[in-house]
């Protein structure tokens, strides 16, 4: 019984410990190379440990000092401006992100709908605005300014990438503004029934 155990034992401390021992590698925007354990990475700042102790000193970084993470799995983050990025900012992806900016329209039906569905119901249209936000941008709302330009995987990449976040932007834009909407009448409601 005992000689079964033991290897189970073995076995659960080294799923537990094996995250303690994976170095990262971060790459700062002024070329500076800092190895480090990675706690976890929040909207706006990197948590991180110098050493692998669980009960080591946590430091913080933001994501705006960070050009990339090389992550222990061979996977390679990339950072923009404290924002992450899909692939290295090259310079067509760098166009292609400045064209998205200046050139995508947003998609407008459903930016309304959750507007209008938010003002009757603000939790069906959070709903909404959330699985509106998951899906890309299609194709035909791109309104990309050059068909060729977006033959180029980077540009294309970069495009895309920035149109997802002007279509999500805009789409939670809408629902703020008809939650408003929504609380505005209730009180107006609620006001006139006393």
Known sequence: MIGKIIPLILLIL???????????????????????????IKSQRLVYRLDDSPKGQKLRKDLSEISNISRQEGDTLYFLEGERIPVRPTEMFLKG????????????????????????????????????????????????PDLALMEEENYRIGYEDKAGKVKEKKVMTKWFIGFGINMALTTVILLHRN
């Open 14 to 40: 080294c799923i537990q410990l094996s995250p303690l021992c994976a170095q990262d590698v971060v790459r700062t925007n002024e070329g500076d190379t800092i190895v480090m354990y990675i706690h976890k």
């Open 97 to 144: 992100r400045n064209d998205a900016s200046n050139f995508y329209p947003g998609s407008t039906t459903a930016e309304y709908l959750v507007l209008a569905g938010t003002s009757l119901q603000p939790l069906a249209g959070l709903l909404a605005a959330i699985f509106i936000t998951q899906e890309p941008p299609k194709e035909h709302n791109l309104n990309y």
